[in-house]
């Protein structure tokens, strides 16, 4: 299953049941008693997905690993092919 039709088959699923405590399919006194924050729901899941987005963003920018020793390498592997294409007749 791809990534894109677990999302669907997921946002399909709390549609059905949103739709259906708000279309009056269920009654209950509790879901009577909170159908303004059941109307405003989606919205609220979509705040917080956004919030879990920038944090998740935030906490891997500020735990990317700088890697120095790669720099060093690659910064050798550079000079490297300069001095080999110098030789070879090529000119920066």
Partial sequence: MTKLLEWVS???AMFAVWYSLIGGYVKHPLIEKNINLILISPLIFIALFGLYAV???LYRVFTFNNCEEA???LQNEIAEARKD???KGLKF
């Fill in 55 to 57: 944090t998740v963003v």
């Fill in 85 to 87: 294409l110098l030789d």
């Fill in 10 to 12: 997921v946002l399909s």
């Fill in 71 to 73: 720099a060093k390498e």
